[in-house]
C-alpha cells in the first residue's frame, strides 16, 4: 500500500538507529549454536521492548535455534504502520520466522509472532492470542503489561517472560505478575541496555528473577527450554 511504501524510509532510519545503538553499547553477534529438542506447545516466551529494543530483539532472535522449542511473542512500542516492516526485517536478521501476530492464532514452537495493531494483545482462556482496546488508559499501545498480565491469567504450560530495553515503565508490573505465578523472569542489565528504563523499573520491584546482559538472554532460554 501507499502508506506502508511512505513508511518505508522512516523505518529503514528507526532500524539503523538502534542498530547503531547496539553497536555503541557494544553487543555481541555471535552465530547460535545448534539445538535439537521436542517440541511442545505448552511452552512460551513474552517479550516487551521498547527504544532499542528493535536491534536488542535482532540480537537475542539471532541467538535462537530454528529448532527452538518454545513459541514466542514479542510486544514492541511500535504504530502499526511500521510493524509488518519491523517483522520481516527480524525474520531476514533471524533464523526463526517473524510475522505479526493474527487474531485467533494460537502461539507455535518455533515461530515468533509480533503484536502489530495499536490495539494492546492478550492470551485468552482458551490459549488464543486476541487484541483489544481495552483497557483504554493505557499510555503505550501495545502494551507489554496487558499482555503479560494475560500471560500470568491464561498461560497454563512454562513460560519466560522477558523485559528489555526501553523508556517509561510498561511491563514492570506485568514481569512481577508473571514472577509471582511462578514463571522466570528475566530483564535486560543496564549496561547493555540503549535505554535503562523500563528494565530498571521491573528491577526496582524485584519483577526479574534474573537480571542478564543483553547476549546472555538467548543462552539462558536454550538452557530453559532443552534441558
Known amino acids: 500500500s ?17 542498530w547503531l545503538i547496539g553497536q555503541r553499547v ?25 527504544a532499542g529494543g528493535p536491534a536488542a530483539l535482532e540480537i537475542l532472535l539471532k541467538g535462537l535455534p530454528v529448532s527452538f522449542p518454545a513459541a514466542i511473542v514479542l510486544v514492541q512500542h511500535v504504530d502499526q504502520v511500521f510493524a509488518a516492516g519491523m517483522a520481516d526485517w527480524l525474520s531476514s536478521a533471524s533464523g526463526l ?15 515468533v509472532l509480533l503484536a502489530g495493531t495499536n490495539h494492546h494483545i492478550r492470551l485468552l482462556k482458551d490459549g ?22 494475560s500471560v500470568t491469567r491464561y498461560w497454563n504450560g512454562e513460560a519466560v517472560g522477558v523485559l528489555l530495553t526501553g523508556m517509561g515503565r510498561d511491563g514492570a508490573q506485568g514481569l512481577k505478575a508473571m514472577r509471582e505465578r511462578g514463571f522466570l523472569t528475566i530483564a535486560q542489565d543496564q549496561a547493555s541496555s ?24 538467548a543462552p539462558r532460554l536454550i538452557e530453559v527450554f532443552t534441558q
Open 26 to 50: 557494544g553487543f555481541e553477534r555471535g552465530a547460535a549454536a545448534p539445538v535439537s529438542a521436542p517440541s511442545r506447545r505448552d511452552r512460551l516466551v513474552a517479550i516487551g521492548s521498547s
Open 194 to 217: 540503549a535505554v535503562y528504563g523500563m528494565p530498571k523499573a521491573a528491577a526496582a520491584i524485584d519483577a526479574a528473577v534474573e537480571i542478564c546482559p543483553l547476549p546472555a538472554i
Open 128 to 149: 488464543t492470542l486476541a487484541y483489544t482496546a481495552e483497557p483504554v488508559n493505557e499510555v503505550y499501545r501495545p502494551s507489554i503489561d496487558v499482555f503479560f498480565e
Open 97 to 111: 520466522p517473524v510475522r505479526l501476530a493474527r487474531e485467533g492464532e494460537t502461539p507455535q514452537p518455533g515461530v
Open 2 to 18: 501507499q502508506s506502508k511504501e511512505a513508511a518505508a524510509p522512516l523505518l529503514r532510519k528507526i532500524l539503523n538507529i538502534d
